[in-house]
């Protein structure tokens, strides 16, 4: 009895609230709103027969919130008039992921910081190039406080004009930062079933997959009482939701599972049985899961280690392995060289995870290798193996490779960190065996659990430099110092300067063959006049003004470059079809087997696996016979989309790879190494 009336109650509570919202909202005059509301678009010139995405960004005053698509027990969304020109289609707002509040003992599914809801505006292709499609509505929504509730309305506009669709940098990365925080589609259905005052639900969710702060929020109404408690549990690669029921609704519901603050899922669920609970997940504690970071800690150092064995690693061993050489039999200085190098790779490698973590709490879809993606990085790291290749050849010296130093063990010690410190910094990209799994570790972890992970790979890079430093058996098996050595650091010179021509063909792939290789390609050649120059004064030219001169122009080169590289936007284009949700749902629903694979121009073993199994013959015939369609997601340049897809499969970094079967509900993730013939056999399959 005593339920039964504190229902009514509650009942009769929401009906007042949202009866008084409404009708202060037909007799409210127009004044300012709690809620500050932009209508804008990522592209104001919207091409015809093409789209566009609008954000309607709303920004609540301190202690004010806004409300979700269900705003819970005592709120509502957004709702939108539109006055939309002909030719012109808008579809629903997405929500990103909204918090749970508690007032008054009712439940609200809120947002009490700057969000945006996002929708899709389409441009008919019969729209002449140039007609006005301004964009007008009416907006209302609810605003409140603790105390306090406002039903508010706005007119919002925003002026679009048919035209070739450019979006800039600046606006795409707003608009990413605000897809980051939508739900990401579940592809598969869940269920869900009434039993007595218990509701049930049941959601695919793999067993690896991490949950910090579950909560199901309920797109359908009249299903569930929103303020009671979940219980969540996991019975292998499903998860179980109970909570008491509130209402007569049957039928497929739609709902949101929010995993995290800001991150979540959407998920489609079905009437019918629903599995046993499982072990119970417990409110979020300050822990983290032991195994899944030591498992972590262990491959990312392994992978780390087999790094040295990868083919963009060569030229950094080489200057090591002349290094190493240089010291001879001296224990002191191989174990100062050995710890110093460890140092530059380790915090090099913190410094980069640091990066990638504090980008990534700021919304943007970033993965490992971030750094290779933008081409003003590619242009540095072109003129630091065009400097390095410089000083092997012996056009000047500098002092942690010349001759006859007094301070040896100082210099040692610093080009052992400086070595260190390049080689995980091009060395990385290259995900091999192990270390695709143990980097996708960090999107889960908290960053003070993420960051010895990527200490880890550092480490595991050094391994073999510390093994020499403090095994003497093993440094007694290195070649003695000689004459020998000059020859051996001019080879070295080789590896290196391949390593620059494949840097400017990628920086050549990012950029294009336009005026915009003008001023990397002046960068380059100054920089080849400067060190040269600074050569020839070291074997006694006078002439230091042209040196002044060179660096002048370097460094008015790369400012050029900057300001050129944030004015136009640069895209690579793939070399098959395109990667895209919607383009793998539509290969998908032909019924004929997928091949997905993620790659990127600087990552070598990408380009090994393309080289010695992908574009071979024997497997694109095979792949042909059995009708397989192959969608390639090109990541040199870094893409949203593709960081989310690789997130989504448990990986931060290309490359991957995903075999969809037909009729497969999920894929099938191939080894990072791939051959001929496992992916023939995959064709052949039925």
């Given amino acids: 009895m005593h339920r039964e009336g504190q229902d009514f109650w509650t009942g009769i509570g929401r009906a007042a609230l949202v009866l008084l919202a409404f009708a202060l909202l037909l007799v409210a005059p127009a004044r300012a709103t709690n809620i500050q509301p932009q209508l804008v678009a990522e592209s104001p010139a919207p091409a015809p027969g093409g789209a566009t995405t609008l954000a309607l960004a709303m920004n609540p005053d301190k202690g004010w919130h806004g409300y979700w698509l269900n705003g819970g027990d005592a709120g509502f969304g957004m709702s939108v008039e539109w006055n939309a020109p002909e030719g012109v289609t808008i579809a629903p707002f997405r929500y990103p ?94 269920r869900w079933e009434r039993r007595g005052e218990t509701v049930r639900f049941e959601i695919p969710l793999p067993a ?38 509130n209402g007569d609704a049957a039928g497929p519901m739609a709902a949101l599972f929010k995993l995290a603050d800001g991150r979540g899922l959407s998920v489609d669920f079905e009437p019918g049985p629903v ?89 943007e879809q970033v993965g490992w290798a971030f750094q290779l993606q933008h081409p003003l990085s590619v242009l540095i790291l072109l003129i630091l193996a065009i400097a390095i290749t410089l000083n092997l050849l012996g056009t000047y010296e500098l002092p942690s490779f010349g001759k006859g130093q007094t301070l040896t063990a100082k210099s040692g010690a610093a080009g052992g960190f400086w070595t260190g410190a390049l080689a995980a910094f091009v060395a990385t990209p290259c995900s091999g065996p192990l270390l695709g799994a143990a980097l996708g570790a960090t999107l889960v972890l908290p960053a003070w659990a993420a960051l010895p992970i990527f200490g880890g790979l ?8 510390l093994a020499i430093g403090f095994v003497p058996a093993l440094r007694r098996r290195l070649p003695k110092p000689g004459p020998w050595m000059a020859k051996f650091r001019k080879w070295m010179a080789l590896p290196m300067g391949l390593t620059a021509l494949a840097l400017a063909w990628l920086l050549w792939r990012q950029i294009g063959s336009g005026a915009g290789l003008v001023y990397p390609l002046i960068a380059a050649s100054m920089a080849i006049v400067l060190l040269w120059h600074f050569g020839a004064i070291q074997r006694g030219d006078r002439r230091k003004w042209l040196l002044g001169a060179a660096a002048l122009l370097l460094v008015g080169s790369l400012a050029a470059t900057t300001a050129e590289l944030a004015r136009t936007e640069h ?27 993620f790659t990127a121009d600087w990552c070598l073993s990408c380009k090994a696996n393309e080289a010695g199994a992908i574009h071979r013959e024997a497997v694109q015939a095979a792949f042909d016979k059995a009708g397989v369609i192959t969608l390639v997601g090109d990541w040199t340049n870094g893409d949203p989309a593709i960081t989310r897809t690789l997130a989504e499969h448990g990986r931060n970094s290309v490359p991957l790879y995903l075999w969809y079967a037909p009729g497969a509900g999920k894929p099938e993730i191939l080894p990072q190494i791939l051959t001929p013939g496992m992916l023939t056999g995959k064709a052949a399959e039925r």
């Fill in 275 to 363: 599995r046993a609970a499982g072990d119970r997940i417990a409110a979020p504690a300050a822990g983290i899961d032991g195994t899944l970071f030591w498992t972590a800690l262990g491959g990312a150092i392994l992978g780390g280690l087999i790094l040295n064995l990868m083919p963009c690693v060569f030229p950094i061993l080489s200057l090591k392995a002349l290094s190493l050489a240089r010291s001879g039999g001296d224990a002191r200085e191989a174990k100062v060289e050995a710890l110093a190098y460890t140092a530059g790779a380790v915090i090099t490698a913190l410094l980069l995870g640091g990066a990638l973590l504090a980008l990534r709490a700021v919304g």
């Fill in 571 to 597: 895209r690579v284009a793939a070399s098959g079809s395109a990667f895209s949700s919607e383009a793998l749902a539509k290969a998908r629903a032909t019924g004929k087997p997928v091949f997905v694979y």
């Fill in 208 to 245: 690896g997959a991490a949950i910090d702060t579950p909560h199901l929020f309920l797109e359908t109404p009249r299903l569930v009482d929103y303020s009671a408690p979940q219980a969540f549990s996991r019975n292998g690669d499903w998860i179980v939701v109970e909570t008491r029921a």
């Fill in 458 to 465: 550092g480490l595991g890079l050094a391994l073999p430099f």
């Fill in 97 to 190: 992921v909204p918090e749970a509040l508690v007032l008054f003992g009712m439940m609200n599914h809120v947002y009490e910081h700057p969000f945006a809801l996002l929708a899709d505006v389409r441009v008919d292709k019969n729209v002449a190039p140039g007609t006005d499609l301004t964009l007008s509505g009416v907006a209302n929504w609810l605003a409140c406080t603790d105390k306090v509730c406002v039903p508010e309305k706005a007119v919002i506009s925003v002026k679009l004009t048919a035209g070739d669709g450019k979006v800039t940098q600046a606006d795409r990365a707003t608009f990413d930062a605000w897809r980051a925080r939508l739900p990401q589609p579940l592809e598969q259905t869940g």
